[in-house]
């Protein structure tokens, strides 16, 4: 296909995504673990270091004073204008009255996340990556559009269009396939900041009718109100923490919003968060939501102001659409659905859209966006066993033809000198219940467990013949197994009756799945964590090793027992338990080291 290489860029708060167009299609682009959303984080180390996404996060709770997070909400910004930045952070003027974090401003942060993602393109096409269409709030005024072309430019991309981003969530959505004239609301809240956009689309030009937005709204903020409730709760005052125990109960209150998305309550704990304190409170669902209704009201007062602007009522639209991480939460959905009086549409992923919309513009100014022609997809999900008996899905249920996707995968055991890849389809939890479409083995040199590396990808053609390729990352070494008619091939009967089982029989298999994930980490962990205690000495304090104790004595018991749940919770506490004697066995072995090379 010719065209020019235009890259579509999501710079979020939270999480930021790459992609490209490929052989006509519209693609995101994943790490080398396979990720296609990367951390909008970074670490500054003290030597001139720089680390980003996923690495820059590991080294947060610590090193919390050189991580920068939500860097975005600083874009464009004045010095003393920073007061919804939720993470502590050194700022300072620059002396034009603008902010620096760690003495560099927030376009130089932001241009380290923004190399990243110019390097995971450009490694997975093979080929420089030189401009992109990056996208923006649509309420991001004129200094934050040009701080976010400033970055790109830093960053060695020329931006040759700043894209608001509901319009790029409307074309992610194919917003142009509703009717001749399509009138949409894009809700989208995500980890810094929240709009209400009223998008028309008529004669193939999308037109912003009004837009509302919070730039003090989003899951950072969530976050910031539960740790603060908590802490009250326990008489600690939260804003004069330390940075790394602010961090320490952020990250907490972040992994609690999680699971009250999926659970009816959650246990907040955080251990020794300030080296002597610790903190345990169950919160129900109902007092998060209950919490969490403020910043509702705020953002459905933008909704009814954005459809007052635009002259329309609720029944006027033919779609709302749900962007940003946030919109995961039920209470989010619930409130969408009750102002609009409609479901919202789910059907693509809140944390992609973006990106995926940014990716289509770039390629229709590349020219490298082919017609889009109505397709074939796929009727079950495709994907591999894992260890466990787990089935990974690669390529969901539903996704467009041709397509491809791919993940890394490692050796479960020590000495292990082949990986089995057996590719199954179906919509069922754990491998046995779905349908196996062929399987062959991947030889690679033995290793210690973890250390061998196999990609693997699925690729559909237009034809539904699925290409399953199979890469030992040491050598390069591919091996390559082509199945016909799996994409599409498929009986309706047969398909309908794999869909309403994987409906009928979901709790059990997701209950299954958590069990099975949950089992396979605490057998790696305990195992550890005895090895840890017997070795640690005085690095680990009374307390601290009664803590850790008690926890694997938790782990041991819910293994037992047998249930999901509590065994989750269970190797959750002992993780979170073991955190600071981790990092001090790695520090005294770093330490070792340094005097076995000075002796």
Request: hydrophobic letters at 40%.
């Amino acid at each position: 296909m010719s065209g020019e290489l235009i890259l579509g860029i999501d710079l979020g708060t939270t999480n930021s995504a790459v992609g490209a167009v490929e052989s006509g299609f519209p693609i995101l682009l994943a790490d080398e673990e396979g990720k296609r959303i990367t951390p909008s984080a970074v670490w500054f180390g003290p030597d001139g270091g720089v680390e980003v996404g996923r690495k820059a996060l590991r080294r947060r709770s610590g090193d919390p004073g050189r991580v920068v997070t939500s860097v975005k909400r600083l874009m464009g910004r004045r010095h003393g204008e920073e007061r919804e930045f939720c993470v502590p952070m050194e700022r300072a003027p620059d002396g034009s009255g603008g902010i620096r974090v760690l003495g560099r401003s927030p376009e130089e942060v932001s241009a380290e996340i923004l190399k990243e993602l110019k390097r995971i393109a450009e490694m997975r096409l093979e080929r420089p990556a030189h401009k992109a269409v990056i996208t923006v709030p649509a309420y991001f005024n004129d200094a934050q559009r040009a701080a976010t072309k400033r970055a790109g430019e830093l960053a060695g991309l020329e931006v040759v269009r700043i894209l608001s981003e509901p319009t790029a969530a409307a074309l992610a959505y194919g917003l142009d396939k509703l009717g001749e004239r399509s009138r949409v609301a894009v809700y989208d809240l995500g980890g810094g900041t929240f709009d209400l956009s009223i998008l028309e689309m008529q004669d193939g030009v999308f037109q912003v009718l009004s837009t509302r937005g919070d730039t003090r709204l989003g899951g950072d903020d969530l976050d910031a109100a539960l740790a603060r409730s908590v802490a009250a709760a326990h008489g600690i005052d939260f804003d004069t923490l330390d940075a790394g125990a602010h961090v320490r109960l952020i990250e907490e209150a972040e992994r609690v919003k999680c699971r009250l998305s999926d659970e009816d309550s959650a246990t907040f704990r955080a251990p020794f968060y300030d080296g002597s304190r610790s903190l345990e409170a169950e919160i129900p669902r109902g007092d998060f939501e209950a919490r969490l209704k403020p910043y509702l009201d705020r953002t459905i007062t933008c909704c009814r102001q954005a459809l007052s602007d635009a002259g329309l009522k609720p029944e006027d639209l033919q779609a709302v659409i749900l962007v940003g991480g946030s919109t995961r939460i039920p209470a989010v959905r619930r409130a969408v659905a009750e102002f609009f009086g409609r479901e919202p549409d789910l059907s693509q992923h809140p944390d992609e859209a973006v990106a995926l919309g940014a990716t289509i513009q770039a390629g229709v100014l590349g020219g490298t966006l082919r017609q889009m022609v109505l397709l074939d997809v796929t009727p079950l999900s495709l994907g591999i066993e894992t260890f466990g008996g787990l089935m990974n899905i690669l390529i969901p249920r539903n996704t467009t033809i041709p397509c491809k996707a791919g993940e890394m995968f490692t050796n479960a055991a020590a000495g292990q000198a082949s990986m089995r890849v057996r590719v199954l389809q179906g919509e069922r939890e754990m491998a046995r219940d779905n349908w196996e479409l062929g399987k062959f083995e991947v030889p690679f040199e033995p290793a210690p467990k973890g250390q061998a590396r196999v990609g693997v990808q699925f690729r559909i053609d237009e034809n539904g013949i699925l290409e399953v390729l199979a890469r030992d990352v040491k050598t390069g070494t591919d091996t390559v197994v082509e199945i016909r008619n799996s994409a599409v091939d498929v009986d309706d009967e047969a398909v309908g009756k794999m869909v309403g089982e994987s409906v009928d029989f979901a709790f059990e298999d997701m209950a299954e799945r958590i069990f099975t994930e949950a089992r396979l980490k605490a057998e790696e962990l305990l195992p550890a964590v005895e090895m840890a205690l017997a070795s640690a000495g005085d690095l680990v304090q009374a307390p601290e090793r009664q803590e850790i104790e008690s926890a694997a004595l938790e782990v041991r018991a819910a293994l037992a027992a047998g249930q999901p749940n509590p065994l989750k919770a269970a190797v959750q506490r002992l993780d979170t338990a073991t955190e600071a004697l981790a990092a001090a066995l790695v520090e005294k072995a770093m330490e070792a080291a340094m005097d076995r090379r000075l002796g």
